[in-house]
């Protein structure tokens, strides 16, 4: 989901892939995979605290969906953060020791359909509407700044 989350910051990309479906799981990967290859094709664009989190990584996403059920995604990134695998899953055994990404899907929809998805993301980390977990210490200092106040300085 962070992936999805990441969509590439870029005003001239407009508000990402828009959610014109039903709230349904089908509907919410497939929003998630377009701007997946929305966010690869723009990746000179996307904030450098995305692509420092999520290079060389195994994601899994796990998004509590409206009804209560959870979708389970799993990516995995190159060394420049593109994604080169995203898909859902249902067995998610192997990726113990992934970045476990945690949302639901109204917070899923907010920041892949905003006009900023990275400050919206920003905000979600610091709501906790987003949680990252299994995050290496490098990976939780880039986290917590973020979270700061001065991230919105300096992206």
Do not use: C
């Amino acid at each position: 989901m962070f992936s999805t989350l990441a969509v590439a910051e870029n005003s001239t990309l407009g508000e990402g892939v828009p959610d014109t479906a039903v709230n349904s799981e089908a509907d919410l990967f497939t929003q998630m995979k377009n701007n997946i290859d929305l966010y690869n094709e723009n990746i000179s664009s996307v904030p450098s605290f995305v692509t420092n989190l999520v290079d060389s990584k195994e994601i899994l996403f796990i998004i509590t969906l409206d009804d209560g059920s959870e979708m389970n995604v799993h990516g995995s990134t190159d060394e420049k953060g593109v994604f080169v695998l995203f898909e859902e899953i249902n067995d998610t055994s192997g990726l113990e020791d992934a970045l476990l990404v945690r949302s639901d899907e109204s917070t899923a929809r907010e920041i892949m359909n905003s006009s900023d998805p990275a400050y919206t993301l920003r905000l979600a980390l610091k709501e906790k509407t987003v949680v990252i977990e299994n995050a290496s210490f490098f990976e939780g200092i880039v986290l917590w700044f973020a979270k700061s106040s001065l991230a919105d300085i300096l992206f």
